[in-house]
């Protein structure tokens, strides 16, 4: 049974740091693009970042440009989102997501995901 878990969400004051964990499981992932998504209360679910572990390409969103940085480590089951300079704006709830995409295809469309954890709050005060 394939298994995403994500860690390490929780409150931080603007300008401060988190770092989100997600565990994969049930499955060998070397061959799976795993990204990182967000969503806000009533807003639409955005792309944060996307890592390969074959290609070793990433992916980040225009808005976190700069401040996050995706990882992948331990065999390629692990991924991590390093986040600074947090904002009140990234609050939201953030998932981890995994699938085999082809390099012709869009990693940062959501719909092309089919496997997803429960999602970690991250609360970014002012």
């Known amino acids: 049974q394939v298994q995403l878990v994500e860690s390490g969400g929780g409150l931080v004051q603007a300008g401060g740091s988190l770092r989100l964990s997600c565990a994969a499981s049930?499955?060998?992932?070397?061959?799976?693009?795993m990204a990182w998504f967000r969503q806000a209360p009533e807003k639409e679910r955005e792309f944060v970042a996307a890592?390969?572990?074959?290609?070793?390409?990433?992916y980040t969103g225009y808005s976190v440009n700069g401040r996050f940085t995706i990882s992948r480590e331990n065999a390629g089951n692990t991924v991590s989102l390093q986040m600074n300079n947090l904002q009140p704006e990234d609050t939201a709830v953030y998932s981890c997501?995994?699938?085999?995409?082809?390099?012709?295809?869009?990693?940062?469309?959501?719909?092309?995901?089919?496997?997803w954890g429960q999602g970690t709050q991250v609360t970014v005060s002012s």
């Open positions: 049930g499955r060998t992932f070397t061959s799976y693009a």
């Open positions: 890592t390969t572990w074959n290609y070793g390409s990433t």
């Open positions: 997501a995994a699938a085999i995409l082809r390099r012709d295809q869009s990693y940062d469309d959501h719909r092309l995901y089919n496997y």
